[in-house]
């Protein structure tokens, strides 16, 4: 395609480096600032709702139950009288959390398998490529399910089963960028001086793949977002009385709730799709940053 | 080409036995007592007994000759028996739930791959039109609304507000079976579950069309005064087909993670029912066993999907 559709390439000045030209073809993409307009306010509102909103998560109001939204309760409340926005703003602080220290965790073992795979043998980069084929031979709700089988519910098991699922598609990915920079001279003179694989990993091997794993990690945490909401609108992530979106929008699964009382479950469901799509524009964005020739369509 | 198929399943078979090794380690790392599933609640087991039931059962070997004898049975149709359901055999358990699965699927995906490419040659003909950006803001939404919403809007919308579809289940209950009765109940969760793979195959489509539009035998055939629909339809879309086919091919393994939420709203009694109940229950061998016939489902979805790009894409020498 024409250089006309790639915003802010043609017109900046050759002398700022790779980083500032990058910046600024991100803040030129008027859908990835978009969603960043959407994501800061959310962020900004599930961390400090305790400070502006005068109703808690868990708080029980029997004078109030199944209310619709009102003056004092923006959202209305549910079956035993919490307040739904409340429960919509700690469950989207729930949400966030699991996502980033999930993501967290894979991006760590992704990377660290990735380039081992990467700058050790071909026994090792066999193996440890094999299983990666085997970990993305089932579909990815169906792991997660055998993953949530074993762990349980809760917090901790939930970050545990989504890190887990998630690291080897980066592995992959890191491997491919790996494999490349290890025939590039400045490697192999290092190597030749006796670099350590530790050197090679993370003197080498990570400033040099930083592009991907930033990408990736915003991505993916509109994933483990979704795979969260998932696990918790079946039953088997987040546990009530913790609220999370996903198992806001498991209350619908009672026919009254879903017919009757429509705003406990619909809020939860447009901030999830809501903030999915703000992190998915963030995301194609900084790919579309970093990497300007591919996603041109 | 003999030699690529025979090769190619050789390997999908020992993707299946690592697959059936790593769920059979990570089901016995699991918390939980397997002996527990054979205890009757009513007339428990003094110590001794069951010391001796575990080491009856196998339990006390070495994990890889469990393995073994795990397989064995396995493999002669013996998956053990169900933990939920008062010890009903595993496998007729969950072959029965695969045929409402594969209708609720096979619907679902003939719909998104219908108006998938449908759209995206549209769109990409009619190019920056005011439809083309109606579909490409609709599949935006579409990919990244998750099943479980979806289906609770489509259920609220279809079948609380204006009343069209029935909201659950395959068939009405008490009434004799009938084709119109279970396409009343498919309907909806088909559709629902068309969404996302519609709007991947959409995008998909649309892109590789605009890439193809392009090309030099797209205009040779309009020079040589071809109608402009024969164009589109023999000429490019025939082209821009080609990398779709991977597409679909992974969407299939895909759906079947869409399904599962889709089976646990609409209570469609497929193979995603009966899983996410075993989760909860912990019914290992039920969640042993349909896990590896999805896996074996997958595997060979994939495998028919590269011997089908083989067979269309005539720049593909294979054997």
């Keep these: 395609m024409t250089d006309a559709t790639i915003p802010g390439k043609a017109k900046k000045p050759p002398s700022r480096g790779p980083m500032a030209r990058s910046i600024a073809r991100f803040t030129a993409n008027r859908a990835a600032m978009a969603g960043l307009f959407i994501f800061v306010p959310i962020i900004v509102a599930v961390s400090t709702y305790e400070l502006w909103w005068p109703h808690a998560p868990n708080d029980i109001d029997l004078l109030s139950i199944n209310q619709g939204p009102s003056a004092a309760h923006w959202l209305g409340s549910d079956g035993v009288g919490r307040d739904v926005m409340a429960r919509l703003l700690q469950g989207g602080r729930v949400s966030m959390i699991v996502a980033v220290v999930s993501v967290a965790i894979s991006l760590v073992i992704g990377y660290l398998v990735g380039s081992l795979a990467a700058f050790s043998g071909k026994l090792v980069d066999g193996g440890l490529m094999r299983f990666v084929d085997l970990a993305m031979t089932l579909p990815p709700v169906i792991f997660l399910l055998v993953l949530a089988s074993i762990a349980g519910t809760g917090i901790w098991p939930t970050i545990g089963v989504i890190s887990l699922l998630s690291w080897p598609v980066l592995s992959r990915m890191v491997r491919a960028r790996l494999l490349e920079l290890r025939e590039r001279d400045f490697v192999v003179a290092s190597r030749g001086m006796g670099a350590g694989m530790g050197h090679l990993l993370f003197r080498h091997g990570l400033p040099n793949s930083i592009d991907i794993l930033v990408v990736y990690a915003t991505l993916q945490v509109a994933n483990a977002i979704l795979l969260e909401a998932g696990l918790s609108f079946l039953g088997l992530g987040i546990a009530p009385p913790e609220a999370s979106w996903g198992n806001m929008l498991n209350l619908a699964r009672s026919t009254v709730v879903l017919e009757q009382y429509p705003w406990q479950w619909m809020f939860p469901g447009a901030a999830l799709v809501l903030t999915v799509l703000a992190i998915n524009f963030i995301g194609d964005g900084l790919r579309d940053a970093f990497d300007p020739r591919a996603n041109q369509n | ?319």
């Design chain 2, 1 to 319: 080409m003999g030699f690529y198929v025979a090769r190619r399943t050789a390997v999908g078979l020992l993707m299946l036995v690592a697959l059936s090794v790593l769920i059979f380690v990570l089901l016995r790392l699991a918390p939980g007592d397997p002996v527990d599933a054979y205890i009757n609640p009513s007339a428990p087991l003094s110590l001794d007994e069951l010391a001796a039931l575990r080491e009856r059962l196998g339990l006390n070997d070495p994990l890889p000759l469990q393995y073994f004898g795990w397989a064995a049975a396995a493999i002669s149709g013996d998956f053990g028996y169900s933990i939920q359901s008062a010890g009903q055999p595993v496998l007729p358990l969950v072959l029965s739930r695969v045929g409402p699965t594969v209708i609720l699927m096979a619907s679902g995906l003939a719909i998104a791959i219908v108006v998938g490419l449908a759209a995206g040659t549209l769109s990409a003909v009619r190019r920056n039109s005011a439809m083309d950006v109606g579909l490409s803001v609709g599949s935006f939404l579409a990919i990244s609304s998750p099943p479980f919403v979806t289906a609770l809007v489509g259920l609220y919308v279809f079948s609380v507000q204006l009343r069209w579809a029935p909201s659950g289940g395959m068939l009405t209950p008490g009434v004799p079976f009938s084709v119109a009765d279970l396409l009343a109940h498919l309907i909806l969760p088909a559709f629902l579950l068309s969404l996302t793979h519609g709007a991947l195959i959409m995008r998909y489509m649309r892109s590789s069309m605009l890439e193809v539009l392009n090309q030099d035998y797209v205009r040779t055939a309009r020079a040589k005064g071809v109608r402009e629909f024969w164009v589109i339809v023999k000429h490019a879309a025939r082209n821009a087909l080609l990398p779709v086919v991977t597409l679909i091919g992974s969407s299939i393994g895909m759906a079947i993670g869409g399904a599962i939420f889709l089976e646990s709203v609409f209570n469609w009694p497929g193979m995603g029912l009966l899983l996410v109940n075993a989760v909860k229950a912990r019914d290992y061998p039920v969640i042993m066993c349909a896990t590896l016939i999805i896996g074996a489902f997958v595997i060979a979805v994939n495998l028919l999907t590269d011997l089908v790009y083989a067979a269309i894409d005539p720049r593909v020498k294979v054997g």
